[in-house]
């Protein structure tokens, strides 16, 4: 496999990709190892883990300038990445002790009889990943199925191929077995040889089209699966907010790293009271987001990590434009080398645009002028997908009681594009199946045991 730079075209590597013979060895050999890895005493597990973190830490940049150079994310937001990476293994440092803890929930007085829960791994876990975030999204899962005492076959994307061996290596370094960790790299073929091996979950982050594909064909083996996939995340702006404040914070969230988050903002919804002096805010501060070379720190919007997903944007512009949206500013690939788009603000959009139904995965965002929040809910509700929305109100009570109607995941007031680790990470409809993150994204590696304990 070729690891190409998105933003020059530079090679940056060449890597031997894995076939479907060395996945079927790796799976044999994590199989032999995990029931060692599984009896290992925690606090052993605990300590691998916070050396990987510590090493994670170390290494801060070089692993970031790895990141930017396959995948375009701007140096300073790869950086960002990383420095978070520490508050999520610790919030799973902190907790698993405790989600692992035998619970007896019911002891008879005269001692005759207990019952009691105890909690086992899974075993061995296929952990297929994406590339917009691959030491988050992947974390979410290795981290915690580690610390749970599952082995891990991990298939990074093949936009963070690099990035995955590097993950690979730091954990050997950390002290965990290399068959009890193994990252097998290459394009979907190799993701789908991972998930055919007898494995005992699936924990899959990526779109709605691949994600379905692997339900369909992990379904009738009776395993543990999750799937994080897409969204088409809305917003709504009420009419009683600091528009200046909303347009900034909405502006972020649906441009950061290029617009390429599962919770990007990707669609707004704004009270017609305030919609014209929001949109010119907005798009004021679009017009100050920095386009240019990742690797400079000013940089804000870096490449597109997929080239194909320029013309993705540009249809979506083009469908936006004939159907009566407002281009007002941005629509086309920049002029320079490399997978770079414009960040690009459609007005007057409507629930009929593409830009307002697929995910687009970029930074464009579309904008619709409402006239009562029943009205914004209603739009917001019209998506296959359920992974975030957002209300901006200075009246919390009012937005709360506008998220409470809306079916997602996750739910933001005065906020976006924010995951926190001490709150389950989970989607509704298209946008997935199961919990990663909280205590729920640790339960999500374990299986429990019911004990009914007599006197004898
Ligand atoms: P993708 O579906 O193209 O690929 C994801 C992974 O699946 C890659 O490793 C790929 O090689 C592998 N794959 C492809 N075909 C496969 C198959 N048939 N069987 C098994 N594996 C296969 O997604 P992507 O482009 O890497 O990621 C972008 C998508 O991920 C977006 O839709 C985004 O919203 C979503 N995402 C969701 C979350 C979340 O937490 N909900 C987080 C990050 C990204």
């Not at 704004?270 to 100050?288: C, L, P």
């Amino acid at each position: 496999m070729k690891i190409v730079n998105p933003a020059n075209d530079a090679l940056v590597a060449e890597v031997k990709d894995d076939s479907a013979a060395t996945v079927a060895a790796a799976y044999e050999r994590a199989r032999a190892a995990q029931p060692a890895w599984a009896r290992t005493p925690l606090a052993e597990r605990l300590a691998a883990v916070k050396h990987f973190r510590d090493l994670v830490t170390k290494r801060r940049d070089e692993l970031a300038l790895t990141l930017t150079r396959e995948m375009g994310k701007p140096i300073t937001q790869a950086q960002n990445e990383l420095n978070a990476l520490r508050g999520r293994i610790d919030f799973f440092l902190t907790h698993t002790p405790s989600v692992l803890a035998e619970e007896t929930v019911f002891s008879q007085e005269d001692g005759a009889l207990d019952e009691v829960i105890s909690h086992e791994p899974l075993g061995v876990v296929a952990n297929v990943s994406a590339w917009n975030y691959p030491w988050f999204v992947g974390s979410n899962v290795f981290v915690p199925a580690l610390l749970t005492g599952n082995a891990v076959l991990y298939k990074p994307s093949e936009h963070a191929t690099l990035t995955g061996q590097r993950i690979g290596e730091l954990w050997r370094e950390a002290g965990v077995p290399a068959d009890v960790f193994a990252t097998l790299v290459g394009e979907g073929v190799i993701g789908a040889a991972v998930v055919e091996q007898p494995v005992d979950g699936v924990f899959f982050t990526g779109s709605y089209a691949t994600g379905r594909r692997i339900a369909e064909r992990v379904s009738s083996r009776m395993i543990r699966l999750q799937l994080e996939l897409g969204g088409k995340d809305p917003t709504y702006v009420t009419d009683d907010v600091d528009v200046r404040a909303a347009a900034e914070s909405l502006a972020d969230g649906a441009m950061y790293n290029g617009g390429q988050s599962c919770c990007s903002v990707e669609r707004i919804y704004v009270h017609r009271a305030v919609e014209q002096a929001f949109v010119e805010a907005f798009v004021d501060v679009v017009k100050g987001f920095k386009l240019g070379d990742p690797e400079e720190k000013a940089t804000y919007i870096g490449p597109l990590a997929r080239r194909e997903q320029l013309d993705v944007l540009e249809g979506q512009v083009e469908d936006a434009v004939a159907k009566g949206a407002r281009l007002l500013t941005g629509g086309r690939r920049a002029d320079r080398p490399g997978a770079f788009f414009e960040p690009t603000v459609l007005a007057g959009a409507t629930n009929a645009m593409r830009v307002m139904r697929d995910e687009s995965f970029g930074p464009i965002i579309g904008i619709a002028g409402v006239a009562s929040d029943d009205e914004a809910v209603a739009l917001m509700n019209d998506t296959e997908y359920g992974l975030t929305a957002g209300a901006y109100s200075k009246d919390r009570a009012r937005a709360a009681r506008i998220l409470e109607r809306v079916h997602a995941g996750t739910v933001y007031v005065n906020a976006c594009d924010r995951v926190s680790p001490r709150l389950p990470w989970t989607g509704r409809k298209h946008s997935g199946i199961g919990s990663t993150l909280s205590t729920y994204g640790i339960r999500a590696f374990l299986q429990p045991k019911a004990w009914h304990k007599k006197a004898g």
